[in-house]
């Protein structure tokens, strides 16, 4: 499933004045997977991203990436990765060709320009301002920049903030085909749903600490085990049956709605078979699995949001 | 440290060079305010006193004849700097100074473009200004055109380097223009641009030539009059002096966001 890691990073901390940035701060991004930094607004993720990408040093830790030093090796990176930073911005009055052929011009190799506008949907944008564009025609732009040198590891940084839900899915579109070329992308987000759709891997990130690591599942199934199913019957024994079940580990009943909570794969096959086995009549049948928004709510006792 | 290649870089260079001056030939309002107004007040005022020095032969007319165009080239300077100055600290504010950084575009290329868009800019004003105003001056001052926009320039590109510690020292792009000007228009009046620094009181004389500005009124003056480049080397070394401070400075102080 994964390679070598391409990203290395141990032991960082940055301060900025009296406030600790970034504190104790490793991980690991594998080859070809999309790697998520997760956690809410100010947690250090911009800070973390930009010390990997060569932007900023770390007042102590040590960071690889290919095995280069980002800071000591800037030129030599620069030809591999791609870079796509938070809230940048371009000259109001660029046009969007021009501002991929500028960027075309800093590298030896490049893909195909036009190409590239075409697969982001840029094409009819191309002799555009850049002032004129949408939020997301921006972003694509962006990703046009990052992608314009084929680099093998793409940075990421708050892709879709700030973007209506549209625009939002086409990016994470364009963010798989992204992977599916097999490079690896290094992404941060405050949006839990973003993590969960499009992340390999992900760590979250807690006032400058990573406070866990893992599959979107795996986080899941570590600090959320508890599922839901809620179920809708007028049958006169069915909170006792379900409560009988293995995986259950408790029903609560209002009015003919039944939330039946337990753990384990086997919860809702347990419940569909009790229903049937007992020929229940089922008005409303519903699955609830938990989020990695649930999860940061167990670790930090906070919603992201907050 | 793997240098970026030579070549790429140039290429680079020119090509945002070349960008960011078609990015400014779109902003109508740098345009007008960089080379429109600066011309029209040229020629406004030429038209005012010009044609009538041609009888006078008294210090005045001198003055105007010489001290109205140098006036008019360390306006146009100023003006260059300044707008060097807001751009700067737009490009900083917008992000867009840190999204070219994090290219292979060294932090240097991307100052550079913009200064030689700057002094592009100067040049063709003040080509046009010189070109414009000799109609209102009476024959007999031939004008070193090209002489004279090359002391421009040199003169631009020395203040230009203070620009940078300005822009240094500004939080956000508002302020910008304000500090700007209150910095370099307050240098004027001891400049030697409208009294010659030796009837200055003595200590005023010291402050008066260590001002950057000072240099640069010197050389355009000079040239204007039809001096050889020889007799304003002191001058021309003042400007390098001032350049190479103020980047030092500047290279120490500089902030990408």
Partial sequence: MSGAPVIRVSGIRKTYGDTVAVDEVSFEVPRGQIFGLIGPNGAGKTTTMECVEGLRKPDQGRIEVFGLDPIKHAHALQRRIGVQLQEAQLQKRIKVWEAVDLWASLFDATVDAEGLLDQLGLSDKRNAWFMTLSGGQKQRLFIALALINDPELVFLDELTTGLDPQARHTIWGLVRDIAARGKTVFLTTHLMEEAERLCDHVAIIDHGRIIDHDTPAGLVTRHCPQRSVFVSTTHPDAAARFDALASVDSVTTVGDQLTIRGRGDDLVTETIHCLSEHGMRVTAFRTEEPTLEDVFLTLTGRSVRE | ???????????????????????????????????????????????????????????????????????????????????????????REGGILKRLRATPLSPITILVAHVLVKLMFTAVTVTVMVLVGRRYYPAGTDVPVVSFTFAMLLSTWSILSLGFIIASLVRTARFAPPLGSLVLYSMLPFCGLFRPIDTFPDGMQIVARALPLTPAVSLLSGIWQGNPWSAHLDDVAALVVVFAVCTLIASRVFRWE
């Fill in chain 2, 1 to 91: 440290m793997t240098p970026m290649p030579v070549l790429a870089t140039l290429r680079g260079l020119l090509k945002l060079t070349w960008l960011e001056i078609k990015v400014f030939v779109r902003e109508p309002m740098g345009l007008i305010g960089n080379v429109v107004i600066p011309v029209g007040i040229f020629v406004v005022l030429g038209r005012a006193v010009g044609s009538r020095l041609g009888d006078l032969t008294s210090g005045f007319a001198t003055q105007m004849r010489v001290g109205l165009p140098v006036f008019g080239a360390i306006f146009i300077a100023i003006n260059t700097v300044l707008s060097l100055v807001a751009i700067i600290a737009i490009y």
